[in-house]
């Protein structure tokens, strides 16, 4: 499926292992993330998850209409601001992929 101006959709998934301590700290960040995020012009989809067996582990799962629109977010006040406070408070290295969707 193609956007409107031709470019494949993207879709993110970040894998993140945080320190379970910091766990409130972590999701009040991530609340504000979700929600300024959400408000972007090329944002489809942008949602946390916690995984069943692990709770220390939440990805993020984002739906972009191209990869220009995921560039300028990464470029957002809120994301400059917000992501390197959430690096400090991880476990590990986020495992981030972005994908084109194909089919």
């Given amino acids: 499926m193609a956007s409107k101006r031709g470019q494949n959709m993207i879709t993110v998934v970040a894998k993140n292992t945080i320190i379970t301590e910091k766990y409130d700290e972590i999701i009040e960040l991530c609340k ?25 582990i939440l990805t993020m799962i984002e739906e972009w209409e191209s990869q220009e629109a995921l560039d ?20 590990a290295e986020t495992d981030m992929n972005v994908y084109a969707q194909l089919i």
């Fill in 32 to 56: 504000e993330l979700v929600e300024e995020t959400r408000k972007e012009d090329g944002c489809i989809k942008y949602e946390m998850h916690q995984d069943v067996n692990d709770k220390a």
């Fill in 72 to 91: 300028k977010h990464m470029q957002s006040e809120h994301f400059t601001r917000i992501v390197p406070l959430l690096g400090s408070l991880m476990a």
